[in-house]
């Protein structure tokens, strides 16, 4: 493919910022960018016409926020889907601010992500100006790029320097390019783009389609030398796998006969070698006391078990980095490596080793045990004997209108969600619930576990939903899958859902993923009541400033932003709903 200009550019729209804005835009299509979002705003005017005219031709998919704290996030959830960067475009002043939660989500969790900041041109910075503040300095060591671009003139836009810039951004928003001192990883790339009046005109054409760059889309090559990892003599290895470590952690636990402990949004919770109830064995002395190496992948948050292993005398850690800037390493004496492969040893299959694994994977069975309602024998239901037939169905009914737990919920939910679905978790008890309650299934579980906030959880999972039912290019244009199967669903605690409210807003216009946000409801943070100092403050104290309960309608919340609303208190109500409700829909269930 050619890396010449075209024979010619849109003919002058008689405002330099909205001829670099197409042009931009363009060549961001052209380099893969598929979703803009954007918040209204007046100093990037240029750019958000641009936009709306790239999805009038359907060939850029546009949403509309208007607060940019849910447009960061929303563009997480499609990069965190995707796999390449949505371009999140804000005005001046504030506007840049309110994205640097996603934008340090996205740095700790190595999702790419593309800043288009408008910003005042130099001559009006640091002399008051009204909206105007020292934008390139906010984000910090967060950013993989920046780059300060002066205000467009009326000298044209110079093509082969704009390709130049979007093919340097992408490359770093992918994790393409790295600095001596930090490895590649995906992550936030900042354009700050100053603009003059006259702030905008008329778009009266589009740059022809060119084809798009070779390799936009792929993620960083796997290193060509890893380490090679070595079957233990004698058993004692066991598998770490954090969020985010994908199907490799459980790849490698299988060829190393090794026990797989993994966390419920690591992407490697499922297969023969997976250990139930992992937190707890790693407090028996049977079982975690006998590990002397740990193979870690991805980024472990939800207990403490897991780097009180790793940091013990006589265990050797090696740490498998991600696609993240900084390896888990709670020891600072692990052996961090880029990539890891085990080759076939038959010793991983002989009866020590399978013994090893085996003892771990039926003892945390043992203790996961199971919270789903005990549905009567299914004999009885065609008994003879009427009173037994009865029985059954008395049995089946009280089964159903069980109340639900908290453990009862999160089984419901992963019951639910099968591999075409999305599946979301927020930053609560809830999390920490499912990692210690549900079994292995290979299905798609997203969490924010990057800084473990519960910024942006809703927007998050809207972006994840809509990226799932992109559909790919008819007849020229970007659309929406007709018939998507999959739902995306969201767990969240109530504080979460009300932290990110107004992500629930959809404006006149704008696409709507199917999406389910099921709210447990408890009143508040009551993850806090796991903290030490809750056993010795005064409950009065702990109420007012850490559980800080609330009293929100979730009902007229859902009414006010147009979702549908469920409130479901048994078994039989939340898995008719969760099966029978593809959204938009808020889903309460009141816990105790």
Request: hydrophobic share 40%; glycine share 10%; charged share 20%.
């Amino acid at each position: 493919m050619p890396d010449s200009a075209p024979d010619h550019l849109p003919a002058p729209t008689g405002s330099p910022a909205t001829d670099f804005a197409v042009i931009l835009l363009a060549e961001l299509e052209r380099a893969g960018v598929r979703d803009i979002v954007l918040s209204p705003g007046s100093r990037s005017q240029a750019l958000a016409l641009a936009a709306a005219e790239f999805e009038r031709a359907g060939r850029l998919r546009l949403h509309v926020r208007l607060d940019e704290r849910s447009s960061g996030f929303l563009a997480l959830g499609l990069g965190v889907e995707q796999g390449v960067p949505a371009a999140v475009v804000t005005t001046s002043g504030t506007a840049v601010a309110n994205l640097h939660p996603a934008v340090l989500e996205a740095h700790h969790s190595g999702v790419p992500l593309l800043l288009l900041t408008a910003d005042r041109p130099l001559e009006l910075r640091g002399i008051g100006s009204n909206q105007t503040t020292h934008q390139p300095r906010l984000f910090g060591e967060s950013l993989r790029m920046l780059r300060d671009i002066d205000a467009p003139t009326d000298s044209g836009v110079d093509l082969p320097v704009v390709r130049e810039l979007v093919r340097e951004a992408m490359s770093a928003a992918l994790g393409r390019s790295s600095s001596p001192d930090r490895p590649a990883s995906p992550g936030p790339v900042q354009l700050n783009v100053a603009f003059r009046e006259p702030l905008s005109a008329p778009v009266t054409s589009l740059p022809p389609i060119e084809p798009e760059a070779a390799g936009s889309g792929s993620r960083p090559a796997t290193p060509s030398s890893p380490l090679t990892l070595a079957v233990d003599d004698t058993p004692a290895t066991v598998v770490v796998a954090g969020h985010a470590a994908g199907p490799d952690a459980e790849e490698t636990a299988h060829r190393l006969g090794a026990p797989l402990l993994a966390e419920v949004s690591s992407g490697a919770r499922f297969g023969p070698n997976l250990a139930p109830a992992y937190r707890q064995l790693l407090d028996d002395p049977e079982f975690g006391g006998r590990v002397r190496r740990a193979i870690v992948f991805g980024h472990p948050t939800l207990t403490r078990q897991v780097p009180a292993m790793l940091k013990r005398p006589g265990v050797e850690v090696i740490v498998v980095r991600g696609p993240v800037p900084e390896a888990y390493d709670p020891s600072r004496l692990a052996t961090v490596v880029d990539a890891a492969e085990v080759a076939q040893d038959p010793r991983s299959r002989d009866e020590a080793h399978r013994r090893w694994v085996g003892t771990w994977v039926q003892r945390g069975r043992e203790l996961l045990g199971d919270e789903s309602p005990a549905a009567p024998a299914p004999e009885a239901a065609t008994a003879t004997d009427p009173r037994e037939r009865n029985a059954f169905l008395r049995g089946e009914v009280d089964a159903l209108r069980r109340p639900i737990t908290r453990r009862g919920l999160v089984e419901a939910l992963w019951n639910a969600t099968w591999p075409h679905d999305r599946l979301v978790l927020g930053a609560s008890r809830l999390i920490r619930e499912a990692d210690i309650a549900v079994p292995g299934k290979k299905i798609a579980v997203h969490a924010n576990r990057g800084l473990a906030g519960i910024d942006g959880t809703i927007a998050t999972a809207t972006g994840i939903g809509l990226a799932s039912q992109a559909g790919g290019t008819h007849g020229g244009r970007l659309g929406w899958a007709e018939g998507a199967r999959g739902i995306t669903r969201v767990l969240v605690g109530d504080l979460t859902l009300l932290h990110d409210a107004g992500s629930l807003l959809f404006g006149e216009g704008e696409a709507r993923p199917r999406i389910q946000v099921i709210v447990g409801n408890d009143s508040g943070g009551t993850i806090f009541d796991g903290l030490e100092v809750a056993a010795v403050a005064p409950a009065e104290a702990m109420r007012r400033v850490q559980t800080t309960p609330q009293q929100a309608s979730f009902e007229r919340l859902a009414e006010a932003y147009g979702w549908d609303y469920v409130r479901v208190t048994t078994w039989a109500e939340l898995e008719q709903t969760l099966v029978g409700h593809s959204g938009p829909v808020v889903i309460e269930v009141p816990l105790g």
